[in-house]
């Protein structure tokens, strides 16, 4: 179970990092904006006698409201809501009993804390400015700033081919610093968010295939209650109508790995005809690995990244029952699924000074034939203390990480409402600093469809930004959480597919699309 909960783990410490982040940029111009909007009534209020203190707390009590209010909100929902969605996801698999919400007073203080500073922290910064002011420059309007030139107006052959409106829109897009590093940052956390869920699933998802496809190449291990020879275990083929070449005889047992990073319990595995082809792909990103050589050893590369190893470092093999084997690290092979070291039978025999004791047969399955049948027929010998079908450990890890899909689903809905919250806020500023603009290009003019597209635009063109910068962003939160990821026993190939970033970048513009959609009806409103 605490191996399943470690990706949940992993990403609780990143989720609040995004949202706080937003949460804070959305409260700034939010305020910001409304005190703007308001200056005029503020040049009133101190024309006729309330103190700046006065007049400052009016605006600290919408905010802090806000802030005390979704805080509760807030706070039901973390402690209620999304557990109770991630407990069912898991409760597919284990069958405890009912979640019971924890109250954590100490996290409900921080976040409260932290949600009150950030709405009335930029409210006050906001007020402050504008109440230094006098009451008489306060009533009248605004002094609309300077314009200035953009970097693009300097390239000349590229200028002269954008239209007027698409230079309107650079101007409007590079204009507003604040608005944005806001819109990048919400955008681009969106398709980080994105990016990281769906490497999440491209790192873990395929795991048994790629074990059982291209590295587990046998299908069932026998394991005998006293060793074998070479001999006895043809014997037990021949009973069961086995080739001699889709067998291999091993010795398969249980050591610790003793490096100066830790030490880890491994099965260490010796076969007796020192080479595993055909039953084991030892192989890297590099090609084949060759079977170790006298005093060496084979690790597979998730257990060495847990160690801290690497080829070449030295590291013992301690048994309670054969004593310690001092080896080299000879090379890492890739495995995902549990964790090996193969040594030679030469380098067993010259540090323990006796043989091997091979109790373990890998076998490949009859064509055609059900795995489970065939792997209960093997059992029947009274010599056969176990049967491991590789197709049933393929099942499990499977049905273990397919519950991943549900979290990746949570993941897209929360990236969707960062998308959301983000977007909503900066178009609806946005249209109501430019209401007169746009009612003037209605007055020349321009239909519905064209309005829209000359307001969205800039959203479009951020949209694309964002994309830029989420996708390196959501690269190292992907590769973040994946270290984060403790599941003892197993690895991962962490990696994206091209079509998880693709995908990343098509649904942002989806949100950015749908928002677009719904905000076109205040344009419509607009007389």
Not at 98 to 117: E, G, I, Y
Not at 278 to 296: C, K
Not at 298 to 305: C, D, F, M
Request: hydrophobic share 45%; with cysteine; charged share 20%.
């Amino acid at each position: 179970f605490r191996n399943d909960t470690s990706i949940i783990e992993a990403l609780s410490v990143v989720f609040p990092v995004f949202f706080f982040l937003v949460a804070a940029l959305v409260c700034m111009t939010t305020m910001k904006r409304m005190v703007d909007e308001q200056r005029t009534q503020i040049g009133v209020l101190k024309a006729l006698g309330y103190s700046k203190g006065q007049i400052m707390s009016k605006y600290l009590f919408y905010a802090g409201s806000a802030a005390l209010i979704g805080s509760l909100v807030g706070y039901t929902l973390g402690v209620a809501g999304l557990p109770w969605i991630i407990w069912e996801i898991y409760g597919m698999i284990y069958g405890f009993a009912p979640l019971r919400p924890a109250v954590l007073p100490d996290l409900a203080s921080m976040s409260f804390a932290a949600a009150l500073l950030c709405a009335m922290g930029s409210t006050y910064l906001a007020c402050r400015m504008e109440l230094k002011r006098q009451a008489s420059e306060l009533i009248r309007p605004k002094t609309p700033r300077a314009g200035r030139r953009v970097f693009l107006e300097y390239i000349t052959p590229l200028w002269r081919r954008l239209s007027f409106l698409h230079k309107v829109s650079v101007r409007n897009v590079l204009r507003y610093r604040s608005r944005l590093v806001m819109m990048v940052l919400g955008i681009g956390g969106c398709t980080a968010l994105l990016c990281t869920g769906f490497g999440i699933r491209d790192s873990i998802a395929h795991v048994a295939d790629d074990q059982f496809d291209e590295i587990t190449l046998y299908d069932y291990a026998v394991t005998f209650q006293d060793p074998q020879t070479q001999a006895s275990a043809e014997d037990y083929l021949a009973r069961y109508g086995w080739e001699r070449e889709n067998a291999l005889l091993v010795h398969s047992g249980s050591v610790d790995v003793l490096a100066e990073g830790g030490v880890k319990s491994v099965y260490l595995v010796v076969s007796a005809s020192d080479t595993l082809e055909g039953f084991l792909s030892l192989h890297n990103d590099e090609g084949p690995v060759a079977y170790p050589g006298p005093d060496q050893a084979v690790l597979n590369a998730g257990l060495a990244e847990s160690l801290g190893l690497v080829p070449g470092d030295s590291i013992k093999l301690r048994s309670s029952e054969l004593g310690v084997l001092e080896v080299t690290i000879s090379a890492l092979c890739d495995n995902y699924v549990f964790n090996y070291v193969y040594v030679s039978t030469e380098t067993y025999v010259r540090q323990l000074e006796e043989a091997p004791e091979y109790n373990t047969l890998y076998l490949k399955a009859h064509a055609g034939a059900d795995p489970y049948e065939e792997g209960a027929l093997l059992l029947e010998d009274e010599d056969v203390g176990a049967v491991t079908v590789n197709e049933d450990t393929r099942a499990r890890v499977d049905s273990m990480l397919s519950r991943l899909d549900y979290i990746v689903v949570v993941i897209v809905l929360c990236a969707a409402a960062l998308a959301f919250i983000v977007l909503y806020n900066l178009t609806n500023i946005n249209i109501t600093e430019r209401i007169r603009e746009i009612a003037t290009i209605k007055v020349l003019g321009f239909y519905k469809k064209e309005t829209a597209t000359y307001v969205f635009r800039e959203n479009t063109v951020l949209t694309g930004i964002g994309c830029a910068v989420g996708l390196v962003l959501g690269r190292l939160l992907h590769i973040y959480v994946m270290h984060e990821v403790d599941i003892d026993m197993m690895s991962f190939d962490v990696h994206v597919e091209p079509v998880s970033y693709l995908l990343s970048i098509l649904l942002t513009f989806v949100f950015t699309w749908l928002i677009n959609r719904i905000m076109s009806g205040k344009l419509d409103k607009i007389n």
